[in-house]
């Protein structure tokens, strides 16, 4: 494994000064000095999806010495290491082989001397049958009713994932309603509670360590009113299910053995809905569409593996993302899908992204000297043009997005595909090129009728230009796509961890948020002023709450 400093390698140096260079040149400048731009910077991916790099503030030297300082820091060997199952999460001592799940027993991969994909198939397999049963309405609830809704409870990687394929799929839909119960704050349960039948209801608890505090009081919850509504203790047997690496802790919570959806620790909690913790995907889109789903993620880990770093995707993205991050010191990145399904794509790829590379320490233990994972932020167009994109044309701060577009060729109302696709390309264009400055300076220079108002009001209406962005265009939004597009995302932040030097598959910064909330409860409970050893203000904050809790 490699564990040198990026800004210690040559690329890095060459890069500074290339930097120097390239920031004095507008974006339009590069297309008017190549016509064939486009052809250059843009790359397809199984003729289905097509990544245009071409409006960035880069020449093919910039990527060439992007590739030079991956390779420098040793991206090869990683890619490897990850793929044959070695332990690259270091800190916790595991593989990384969620790329095993999508792998679907086209190759053995070995783990502490067992080829974990035999394991892989059998889970999946216990999915298929599960999920035609209750899909055909073959399960049946307590009071022998068909199943009709479908509750996760978990939160992080074991909810994100899931709820954003099952929004992003809606068009695969059956009849199945699937509800999502994360947050500890009991609205998010009563509002769940108040659109389901118990008699009809199966709950998935779905958490990796089975451990999670939000999961299991949210489970527990549930558990104790469903209890006290049925009344027969067998009835958590039809209704009751558990997706995690920890069987024993599930079966003390009272889960049958045969309702454990078992998953391993060499799944990272943010990369695991290609797991069992995807059960509530394959029972929302049925389970042909969540192989495809897995068929297009393992497509794209093939062409991340082999595909040479000039043409691979993920490795192009990932570089670019650098190139503003640590040169143009941006700090964040927005992601722009316009799809109206893919609402929670964004804070799905928020955990993915910052969860994974929102790190300051060095894989020596040294605090970093150079940004590591930008801020990753966004929302769906056109909305988001009518609410933040003011700021990324016209503001301060230089913001490279990602917009992302399906082709909607089966819509009923072309007339809005239209509109949706001529925004998306609008908008990467008034980005990159500005408000065409031939029309401006005839306006400002030369147009000898305009009143000094007249000429005033111009510079508001100016645009800059010169902002970067990546078209990802699908030609449709399909499970294979959507499993492709993740699974881009995925290494795309895989191949930014190794360059950064850190490690992407941990993340203690929200196990100690944790733990202080545990301590922080029990000094609620205690309601003793006195005994509160916490700094001042949230000793404080603390008093005042318990003042209102207990004066309810
Ligand atoms: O938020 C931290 C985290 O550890 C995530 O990585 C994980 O996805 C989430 O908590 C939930 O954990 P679990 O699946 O173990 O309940």
Redesign the pocket.
Known sequence: MNTINPNETNSWKELSNHFKFISKIHIKDFFLKDFSRFKKFSLIFKNKILVDFSKNNITKNTIQLLIQLAKEMGLETAIKDMFSGKKINYTENQPVLHIALRNMGHDPIVVDGRNVMIDVKNSLEQMKVFSNLIIQGKWTGYTNKKITDVVNI???????GPNMVIESLKQYRNHLNVHFISNIDSYNILSILKKINFETTIFLI???????KE?MTNATTIKNIFLKKTKIKKSLEKHFFAL?TNVQYAQNFGISKNNIFRFWNWV???Y?LWSS?GLSISLAVGYKNFISLLQGAYDMDVHFSKKKLEENIPVILALIGIWYNNFFNTETEAVLPYNYHMHKFVEYLQ?TNM?SNGKNINKQGKKVSWQTGPIVWGGVGTNSQHAFYQLLHQGTKLIPCDFIIPINKTNKFKKHSVQLLANFLAQTKALAFGKNSNDFEENINFNVNLTNNEKLFSTFKSFDGNKPSNSIILDILDPYNLGSLIALYEHKTFVQGVIFNIYSFD?WG??LG?KMANDIENSIYSTNESNLSFDSSTNGLINFCSKVLSNR
Do not use: A, D, N, P
């Open positions: 978990g939160i992080g990687g074991s909810h994100l779905s958490s990796k360590t089975f451990t999670t999961t995690t990272g909690g943010r695991s913790i955990q969860e993340q929200v196990e944790k």
